[in-house]
């Protein structure tokens, strides 16, 4: 039987913390798919911004964010950047 991969328990933590901020802004964005486009539509002209994959992958601790990704997310989860960066730092840095 293959052994399942362990993943970084403070990433885990971080995406856990992003998917409650993204649930929280209401029960239209509940799934990831309907998060990514309502917010393609409403903030970035209905271009694609991320994937599914990439957005399940960072929300389950599988992938680190790219400065790219850190910032649309911010920006699509309404919260400040810079806020977003403390809330990570303190989990990672514990």
């Keep these: 039987m ?3 991969k362990k993943y970084d328990e403070k990433l885990v933590k971080i995406g856990e913390v992003l998917k409650l901020r993204r649930k ?4 239209q964005y509940k799934t990831r798919e309907q998060f990514i ?5 409403e903030l970035f002209g209905g271009e694609a911004w991320i994937s599914p994959r990439h ?5 389950l601790g599988k992938n680190w964010i790219s400065f790219e990704k850190f910032f649309a997310l911010s920006l699509a989860l309404e919260v400040d950047p810079l806020e977003l960066f403390e809330d990570i ?3 990672y840095c514990s």
């Design 89 to 91: 730092r303190k989990i």
């Design 55 to 59: 957005l399940a992958n960072i929300e």
């Design 2 to 4: 293959a052994e399942r």
């Design 37 to 41: 486009d309502l917010r393609a539509q």
């Design 24 to 27: 929280a802004l209401g029960e």
